[in-house]
């Protein structure tokens, strides 16, 4: 059985529409998954009006605290001495939130306790994986 990290956290949308300055969104780490992060957004916050989720990988995360990182869809840079920025590019637009550093770096360490950094690949299940991916071509 896998223990899976769920985070709720408050972050400020920059630039958002509709307006809002603080929303809540819940950061979720899976064991399962090893190398991925979801943060996931409720639906008042997202132009599409459902609730939205973005999977990156935890390594982008923990990059981004200290230095910019990113160049694709999903961009993570420190703000200030407490903040960190994220970045979603998606065709609709560039969302943006703040969020406190200290919340990540909780999150993080959670995530760090279950799976070590460089172990991710012991907690791959390739064989199941397999199965399902040559399932799903026939």
Do not use: K
């Not at 639906?43 to 200290?66: M, Q």
């Not at 910019?68 to 993570?76: L, T």
């Amino acid at each position: 059985m896998s223990t899976v990290i769920e985070q709720p956290v408050h972050v400020r949308m920059i630039a958002s529409a509709p307006r809002m300055d603080t929303v809540p969104a819940t950061l979720r780490y899976d064991p399962e998954d090893p190398f991925a992060v979801h943060m996931t957004f409720p639906a008042p916050a997202t132009l599409e009006g459902t609730e939205v989720s973005w999977e990156f990988a935890r390594e982008l995360l923990e990059a981004g605290i200290d230095a910019a990182a990113g160049v694709g869809d999903v961009r993570v840079r420190p703000y200030g001495y407490d903040r960190t920025v994220l970045e979603f590019h998606a065709r609709e637009g560039v969302a943006m939130v703040h969020i406190r550093t200290v919340e990540l770096r909780r999150f993080l360490q959670r995530a760090q306790l279950l799976v070590p950094t460089g172990l991710e690949h012991q907690h791959l299940d390739l064989d199941r994986n397999l199965t399902a991916l040559l399932r799903d071509a026939c």
